[in-house]
């Protein structure tokens, strides 16, 4: 733990972090009694679903088709949707909320045909079916905009981030000769074995769990965990020249925000320089600080190896898009003709996915450039810069101990008043344990929805000033009643 997790926590554990150290909160058990009665009156409004659980959970081990339809904090039951279009969506129950959640980011710009490339790709699908033998335009469009926007000339697409990352990783270790990657301490890059690897301790690498699922028997095999923001700690990992790849975030997102500082990302790139290894960025949340994501933003362009985002990037429409640069690419490709026929795509590596088809490469086209623009952020923003404001207003109003933050059209709100700069001290700021799920079910009681398990809203192109003023009363309720007013 850091000083700033200690300071809030000091009692902290990995399972347990809560903040108890803030002058003025209510007592921990007074804030889950909140909680408690908050959502036994929000499920009381989930019949349906609670009768949709059931019936679900004859016929799927969790009761939901994606595995994170499930992961509502580990609730009594799934809440199943019936519409969701533009930033309203409505439960099978019929209540209707303000979507702030929008599936935790893939539909950030926008539910249904009121985003174009959501209109684009389902006519195109109408007109074209999905799925042919042979690539076409759209794909090759959508990878001279990658190349132009984000600063690295050669592109491919998966169906998902973690798909894109785990091409990224293999591609590294093709070009490196090396298969051991490094990590942040608390990122999260998809399904991968190798990334789901963190260190509770200083020098110890253990799992989130202890489950019989993992590829590789020894946690460490293939995986070195580094402190973000900690130079002498990435140098460490680096220093025998063995690692592949250093896979990361620009702004970490996963387990509260952490934000770099004294140009980490630009240092750490030097160091992947020195040491042959090549540094990856996964933009899957931080595409949201602006059109050309959180690497666009700090001006990391030219600074980095590979770069990788999931849905949003297409509007939430499958895919995981992944670029490289020039001469990785002519490796990749030298390499990949040499293996020839049994050694080459299909038996490994890249794998011959079947992941191009005409919807993806519509969505990604009309995303890339209609949506992912300067005017579309400029106008989002103006929405972001009041919440914020009124968010803050609140706190202040209260003097409660609690921050808002913006990355571009992503909030989040923490119960610990500072940034915080390694993920670990931000996992304390979300307050899991009550105040986290005090401020969740207060919300969704009353039709707004947050993201399940973050403290976090997105804010949508459909946007409306309206909808500004609806949250900011909860908000201040939120944060009237952690403070006991
Ligand atoms: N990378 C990051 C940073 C993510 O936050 C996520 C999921 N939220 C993923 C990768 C995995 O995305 P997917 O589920 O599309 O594979």
């Known amino acids: 733990m850091t000083p700033t997790a200690l300071k809030y926590s000091p009692d902290a554990t990995v399972e347990d972090s809560y903040p108890t150290n803030l002058p003025g909160v209510l007592p921990r058990e007074q804030v889950i009694k909140l909680a408690e009665t908050e959502l036994a009156a929000w499920l009381g409004k989930q019949k349906n679903s609670r009768e949709m659980t059931q019936r679900a959970k004859k016929s799927s081990p969790f009761g939901v088709l994606g595995n994170h339809q499930k992961d509502w904090n580990n609730m009594p039951q799934n809440i199943y949707c019936e519409r969701a279009y533009g930033n309203k969506f409505w439960d099978i129950d019929g209540n209707e909320y303000l979507d702030f959640c929008l599936g935790d980011t893939p539909d950030m710009y926008g539910h249904g045909g009121v985003n174009p490339a959501i209109k684009a790709a389902a006519a195109a699908m109408l007109e074209n079916g999905v799925y042919t033998m042979a690539a076409d335009e759209d794909g090759v469009v959508c990878c001279e905009l990658m190349a132009k926007k984000f600063g690295l000339s050669h592109w491919m ?3 998902s981030a973690s798909d894109s990352n785990r091409a990224v990783l293999a591609i590294a270790r093709q070009v490196t000769g090396r298969n051991i990657i490094a990590v942040p301490n608390f990122t999260y890059h998809g399904n991968i074995d ?7 301790a200083t020098g110890v690498l253990s799992r989130f769990h202890d489950m019989n699922i993992y590829q590789y028997p020894e946690v460490g095999d293939r995986t070195r965990v580094f402190t973000f923001n900690d130079l002498d700690s990435l140098e460490d990992v680096l220093r025998d020249r063995q690692v592949a790849c250093v896979m990361m ?3 970490m997102s996963n387990f509260g925000w952490a934000w770099p500082r004294d140009n980490f990302n630009e240092k750490a790139y030097q160091l992947c320089q020195k040491y042959g290894t090549k ?4 933009e899957t949340h931080t595409l949201s600080a602006g059109p050309a994501g959180a690497c666009g933003e700090l001006g990391l362009q030219g600074k980095y190896d590979f770069w990788a985002c999931g849905k949003a990037i297409a509007s939430g429409v499958p895919t995981g898009v992944f670029g490289m640069d020039e001469e990785t690419a002519h490796e990749l490709h030298r390499q990949t003709e040499a293996a020839g026929l049994f050694g080459e795509a299909a038996f490994g590596r890249l794998g011959t996915l079947l992941s191009g088809n005409t919807v993806s490469a519509k969505a990604l086209r009309v995303t890339l450039e209609q949506v992912l623009t300067g005017e579309v952020y400029a106008r989002v923003g103006v929405h972001v810069d009041a919440i914020v404001a009124g968010m803050s207003a609140s706190i202040e109003k209260y003097a409660a101990p609690f921050l808002v933050e913006k990355m571009g059209n992503r909030i989040a709100y923490t119960f610990i008043p500072e940034k915080c700069y390694d993920p670990v001290s931000a996992s304390v700021g979300i307050g899991f344990g009550g105040m ?8 969704w ?3 707004i929805m947050i993201m399940p398990y973050f403290n976090m809203l997105i804010v949508t192109p459909q946007h409306e000033p309206a909808d500004t003023q609806r949250w900011l009363l909860v908000w201040d309720d939120i944060v009237r009643i952690l403070m006991g007013k």
Do not use: K, W
Not at 436 to 443: L, N, T
């Open 249 to 251: 975030e620009p702004i």
């Open 445 to 447: 009681n009353r039709g």
């Open 279 to 282: 540094l990856a960025y996964d």
């Open 157 to 159: 697409a998966n169906l």
């Open 194 to 200: 190798e990334t789901q690897v963190f260190m509770p």
């Open 436 to 443: 986290f799920e005090f401020s969740h079910a207060y919300a």
